[in-house]
């Protein structure tokens, strides 16, 4: 069954293709059904209400089901901060290695370093239906970088003790918050595709 991936972000693409094929899923990015969603504004307030407004403009733009993520960190200390504005914490034009600084420059000093990443999966269907789900995996801030796996902030999450960014993709995939998000997915996939008799 073909679904069209909602993102632009190359890694992510790559992580959720990774965990979607085992589920019979065809998974086609934007670029190779030929749209962009560059003018969708992502203006919800919660990872759950963007990761909805990128999947339905991604179906009505295909009339083929469309699954998009939203996810990000969320630092206790910062007071669930940067959250939603995770990829824009540093400015637009930013990288992951600008993020991370920044990151790690405000929590200069501080001892409790808690935190958890937030993924949420919204799949809109041609007619109107979707499915929403959350996952979230916690840990904390590292004091510096450490991994070269992952992206985004990987390199300075630590779970149980160890950074994301020192995690194999498939050691990562099911502990992480898009991992836990897209296995809860599949169940509410198989659910809805067996009662509405949708042949995958």
């Known amino acids: 069954m073909k679904f069209i991936i909602a993102t632009n972000n190359a890694k992510k ?7 979607l ?4 899923i065809n998974a086609v990015s934007q670029k190779e059904a ?6 969708v504004e992502e203006n919800g307030s919660t990872f759950k209400e963007n990761s909805y ?3 339905e403009a ?3 733009k295909t009339g083929l089901p469309a699954i998009a993520d939203d996810s990000g960190i969320c630092v ?7 959250g939603i504005y995770s990829a824009r914490f540093a400015g637009e034009e930013a990288t992951d290695t600008d993020r991370n600084d920044l ?10 370093r808690g935190a958890h990443y937030t993924c949420a999966i919204t799949c809109v269907f041609p007619n109107g239906d ?16 450490d991994g070269e796996h992952g992206f985004g902030y990987d390199p300075i999450f630590l779970y149980e003790g160890k950074s994301f960014g020192n995690f194999p993709d498939e050691e990562k995939d099911k502990v992480s918050h898009r991992g836990i998000a897209l296995r809860m997915m599949e169940k509410e996939l198989k659910k809805y595709l067996e009662e509405n008799n949708v042949n995958q």
């Open 13 to 19: 693409l790559v992580e959720l293709e990774r965990i």
């Open 21 to 24: 094929a085992p589920l019979g």
């Open 34 to 39: 030929g749209i962009s969603l560059g003018d």
């Open 53 to 55: 407004i990128k999947a």
């Open 58 to 60: 991604a179906c009505k």
């Open 76 to 82: 206790d200390h910062l007071d669930g901060a940067p």
């Open 103 to 112: 990151l790690l420059k405000k929590l200069d000093g501080v001892s409790e």
């Open 130 to 145: 979707s499915i929403s789900v959350e996952g979230k995996c916690f840990g904390e801030i590292a004091t510096e970088p």
